[in-house]
């Protein structure tokens, strides 16, 4: 069964950059999302086990969403994906739930070396 996967990036350039660098072996099902809002209706819908998640995005930014996943309870594994890297910025997405900081632009291997060191990928 295909994992669901969901890219929230106001950027379109950076939604498919982070889908080419996801493993090639990994079975998914990709959505994407444009801002937080979008995302947070994907993950109400099933569509995010795994959340790639962006900071800086209009209507709903990358911390509210992590705010509204901690106050609903929403059932995804969020790993924030930006290229905003103040220490200030990684503190606060951890604090909020988030897995994992990855900086822009990111790499296939960084990626799967987060994915099997938390058990989702093999």
């Known amino acids: 069964m295909s994992t669901?996967?969901?890219?929230c990036d106001d950027s379109s350039f950076a939604r498919k950059q982070m889908a080419r660098a996801l493993p090639?072996?990994?079975?998914?099902?990709?959505?994407?999302?444009?801002?937080?809002?979008?995302?947070?209706v994907a993950i109400k819908e099933g569509k995010a086990d795994i959340l790639f998640?962006?900071?800086?995005?209009p209507v709903l930014d990358g911390y509210g969403?992590?705010?509204?996943?901690?106050?609903?309870?929403?059932?995804?594994m969020v790993i924030v994906v930006s290229g905003d890297i103040q220490p200030e910025a990684r503190d606060t997405v951890k604090k909020l739930g988030a897995l994992e900081f990855i900086k822009k632009?990111?790499?296939?291997?960084?990626?799967?070396?987060?994915l099997t060191a938390y058990g989702i990928f093999a």
């Open 4 to 7: 669901p996967v969901l890219i």
């Open 24 to 40: 090639n072996d990994w079975d998914i099902e990709v959505t994407f999302a444009g801002n937080g809002e979008e995302a947070l």
């Open 53 to 57: 998640l962006d900071l800086t995005m």
């Open 65 to 76: 969403v992590l705010e509204a996943i901690r106050a609903e309870d929403l059932p995804t």
């Open 105 to 114: 632009p990111i790499t296939t291997d960084k990626i799967t070396e987060i």
